[in-house]
């Protein structure tokens, strides 16, 4: 299955405004949020103007159809990564479902298999995103358990050559992301899944970067939980997902009381709700949903196996071009082997603030900073990156714009 990135674009109204003095937009900052359709913008809208209503709770032909437009997302989700409709937790983003499960941890009493001593670990990598760092800096914290890490090599992949002494018998989580939003780099989940689940530790994956550019299947991956966000899914702001086996979920404690997630209420005590509605108190974000069952149907329709594709293409062409820039140096993979269309890199001497600036004016957005990611930054001697991420409205047209817009920053800042 393939597609037509001028079609595509079609589908996507910010495409059709110009930015700069007229200039085309070249979005390639999808890493950090995507552009949204019209059939998500309008599946929010139209649940706004026709069907609002708090879901769960009324008994009114409003109220039922909103509910089965949000049970309708869920199901429409659960699918698209291969889980079952109870297993699927609608939360406001990623950071939240990571934090769901981290807290949930730090509230299990002794006897829980989800409760951590000091005699416990938990592991992360070296290229993790903060937000799914620091919840588990803090559950070690709280709970005394020793934070362990995989370290990430002077070539952009995980050092998995010590996996028997990083992850031990005492290890109880092991949480590690898919893609590095930095890196680009997919890691290799098999090894890890299986040495955690030889020792009894549970796998959180953070697929924020790999859920909307690849075919993801939680049952084939094997992992107990999974997070990603709606907004980097060419879905709406305000809406993450966490995923995890069923059994798993029944098992740990809520994250978040209050309503919707009782089962009954006395003055001094309460029973919780079935899953998925024990982790969902309040009103959720229902048009936020709704639109997101929207952005799954849409990247199904194009196949993700098409999107995965189109992307492999178009960051060996990016490679190839940016590599040929002097002074560039590429912060990731070089090779076009397990990676993402995310491209950090530093350009001589030139600030990446400087860089990101100058191909603004030339209507190019990237990213700069250290991308939520300050330890990775350290490990690979850099103070800073620019990052390019490309996504699947994005041509061959939208790289040469940017070489063209670096080789003018060269030139303005006076290299070369």
Known sequence: M?????????????????????????YLDS?????????????????????NAAVHRGAHQLAEEATDAYEGAREIVAKF?????????????????????????????????????????????????HANLIPWQQLAARTGAQLNWFNVTQDSRLDLS????IITANTKVV???????????????????????????????????????MSVNVAELDVDFLAFSGHKAVGPTGVGVLWGKAELLDELPPFLTGGSMIENVTMSTAT?????????????????????????????????????????????????KMSSIEGMRI????????????????????HPHDIGQYVDSQGVAVRTGHHCAWPLARAMKVPA????????????HDVDALVEALLGAQKYFGRF
């Open 2 to 26: 393939s597609f037509s990135v001028a079609d595509i674009r079609k589908d996507f109204p910010i495409f059709e405004r110009t930015i700069r003095d007229g200039k085309r937009l070249v």
């Open 272 to 320: 919780w709700a079935p899953v998925p509605q024990k982790f969902e108190a309040g009103v959720p974000n229902m048009a936020q949903a709704v639109g997101l069952g929207a952005a799954c149907k849409y990247l199904s329709g194009l196949g993700m196996d098409a999107v995965r594709e189109h992307e492999i293409a178009l960051t060996g062409y990016a490679l190839e």
């Open 81 to 129: 990564i291969g889980g079952q409709e109870n297993e699927i937790i609608f939360t406001k983003s990623a950071t939240e479902s990571i934090n769901l499960v981290s807290y949930a941890m730090g509230n299990a009493e002794a006897g829980n298999r989800f409760a951590l001593t000091a005699s416990d670990s938990i592991v992360v990598t070296e290229m993790e995103h």
């Open 162 to 165: 010590n996996v028997d002494q």
């Open 175 to 213: 949480a590690i992301t898919h893609q590095s939003n930095v890196l680009g780099t997919i890691n290799p989940t098999e090894a890890i899944v299986k040495r955690a689940h030889e020792v009894g530790a549970v796998v959180v994956l953070d697929a924020c970067q790999s859920v909307p550019h």
């Open 31 to 51: 890493g950090a949020t995507a552009q949204k359709p019209r059939v998500v913008i309008n599946a929010e809208s139209d649940f706004y103007s026709k069907h």
């Open 331 to 350: 912060v990731g993979p070089l090779e076009n082997i397990a990676r993402g269309a995310t491209i950090s890199f530093t350009l001589a001497d030139i």
């Open 385 to 396: 990156t620019t990052r390019a991420s490309f996504y699947l409205y994005n041509d061959e």
